[in-house]
């Protein structure tokens, strides 16, 4: 089960990506599984050398009880140090965002692709757009001969 963010690629320059963990509860993982998660609107803040993970919708698990989660709370990602304090120097100094791209699992563990992006203009969007619709043609073209 992998959960895409489609709009980052269209509206980021993605320079970067990096693989974290995700901290979450049992019945957060549950939903997930279930594929009730969203990342659209989600970024990721770095605040004290922890790296956080906003807006990431994960709907409410409809077995769960009492001790179901808040479906847009504020999730801590694990990863290292190091590259923590790289990311940091990075979004300070070049003006960089992060942005989860993937949230998918690697042995039965939740893991979360960030992306380390820089923000496209209406032209770069353009662009883009024309490059891909120029390679479909060349595409069609191709099979049509074949």
């Known amino acids: 089960m ?20 995700l901290v979450l509860t049992g019945t957060e993982i549950k939903s997930i599984r279930q594929g009730s998660c969203n ?18 919708f994960i709907g409410i698990y409809k077995e769960g009880n009492i ?12 990863m290292h140090k190091k590259e923590i304090l790289k990311l940091n120097d990075k979004i300070r100094l070049e003006g960089y965002t992060l942005i989860p791209l993937k949230v ?12 380390l992006c820089k923000g496209k203009k209406n032209y770069d969007k353009r662009e883009s757009i024309k490059e891909r619709d ?9 099979k049509k001969r074949y």
């Not at 390679?135 to 073209?141: G, L, M, T």
């Open 104 to 115: 998918y699992f690697v042995k039965n563990k939740a893991k979360l692709l960030l992306g």
């Open 67 to 78: 001790f179901n989660h808040e479906e847009t709370r504020t999730r801590k990602l694990l």
């Open 134 to 142: 120029i390679k479909r043609q060349i595409e069609k073209q191709n």
């Open 39 to 56: 990342i659209g609107d989600s970024y990721a803040i770095i605040r004290n050398n922890e790296i956080f993970v906003l807006n990431m």
């Open 2 to 21: 992998e959960i895409l963010n489609r709009k980052a690629r269209h509206d980021y320059f993605i320079e970067d990506e990096f693989e974290c963990g």
